[in-house]
């Protein structure tokens, strides 16, 4: 009977302690369990903006190189100093290019003398052709005439013989007299043709007068080139600007930009600083949100509480990789009047406004659900009924809120879901016994 009595006492605990058990699991079960988070549809402003890290450049960097080489003999200016165009910059010493300047212009007076040699040789073989020409015309016509003449003697004298009028002799000498007129004639036309070799050894000197203006002219360039670099052993400026750099020091021996395959010596860098740009590197999952013309802010560490306006002027057409992570630059041009605090190289942080809208619907973006299809819903909370999800028409987002184009209205009560909401896994499951709306954790929302 004792075994019984103690049998039924264990069974009545047991179920006594498995009773407590479930009442204290449930009633700790209901006061875990969270309250819904709600949050009011309201009217503002929203904006869509992208974050960049980016650095300070100026409008024109330009590298000052000498073209002619030499010791630096003057520095006027040093880093910071401001520069107008046309101010001199640095001065060589001049001693080796007035030499070859010197050097160049005597041998163009030498030059200049052979051709004025070459000059009068022409000019008086042209006037010796000339006269000779006319002494063999004279000549041959003289020739021609006296041979005419002697042959019209020699055939009337022939005549005479005939009829024995004159003597053999006579006639024999009349003979001879035309048959050496005939010879002088021929000897005058070949002194006349001896002349057309005058013309070719005219036509030498003509192409000796070519040649020696040819040289005249080479050595007029080599003079230009020898003075251009006596002038170049001073540089001026080529822009106003601000010396940002000095790379040599007085007594240095500086290479020429032109003749050396290095390049030359970089002797000072100009920045024109009238406009100031930044440098945005932004990623490819953002850079669809820029165009042309929107407005931007910028901080730099050095000025931590002021922001300078700026604006999108330039979007790069191609990426940049670097360990998988494409990049694109932006370039964008400060326009405040602060702009002068700025400095190259600065490391500078951009925002830039892709969209603004202004007296729009609003909800936090945690209330916002994607599902299937595309479709963006909303639950919607009603006093003394059970939610209701509203198929909605969004619109641009800034990760906190999101426009609400269509589906709701001003003051209607939305509920917020755990873990993020715009997720492509829709709402997450409800609790076992909780009310329509109140969610369990789902998978976190896809940024």
Known sequence: MKKWLILILIVALAAGGA???????????KSDAPAPVTAKVERGT???????PGRIVSNLDVDIKCKASGEVLSLPFDVSDTVKKDDLLVELDPVDEQRVVRKAE????????RLRIAR?????????????????????????????????KADRMKQ?????????????????????????LTVAKIRLDELKTQELALELKRQEVKSAQAVVDSLKIVLEIAQDRLTDTKVTAPIDGVVAARNVQIGQIIASGVSNVGGGTTVLTLSDLSRIFVLASVDESDIGKVALDQAATVTVDAFPNQEFRSKVVRIATKGVNLSNVVTFEVKLEVTGKEKSLLKPEMTADVVILAAEKRDVLLVPTDAVLR???GKRVVTVVKDGAENEEVVAETGISDETKTEI????????TVLLHQGGADGKWGAPPRAPGAPRGMMMGGPPRKG
């Open 19 to 29: 009773y407590y058990y479930w009442w204290v699991y449930r009633a700790n079960g």
């Open 46 to 52: 929203i904006r869509l903006s992208v974050a960049s």
């Open 371 to 373: 599902k299937a299809g």
């Open 160 to 184: 005479l013989l005939a009829k024995n009028l004159c003597s053999q002799e006579e006639c024999d000498t009349a003979q001879t007299a035309a048959t050496q007129a005939d010879a002088d």
């Open 405 to 412: 184009a269509k589906g709701l209205s001003e003051g209607q």
């Open 120 to 152: 009068e040789n022409l000019a008086v073989a042209e006037r010796t052709l000339l006269t000779d020409q006319g002494r063999a015309k004279t000549a041959l016509e003289a020739a021609g005439v006296h041979a005419a003449d002697a042959r019209a």
């Open 106 to 113: 005597v041998d163009l007076e030498a030059a200049d003398a």
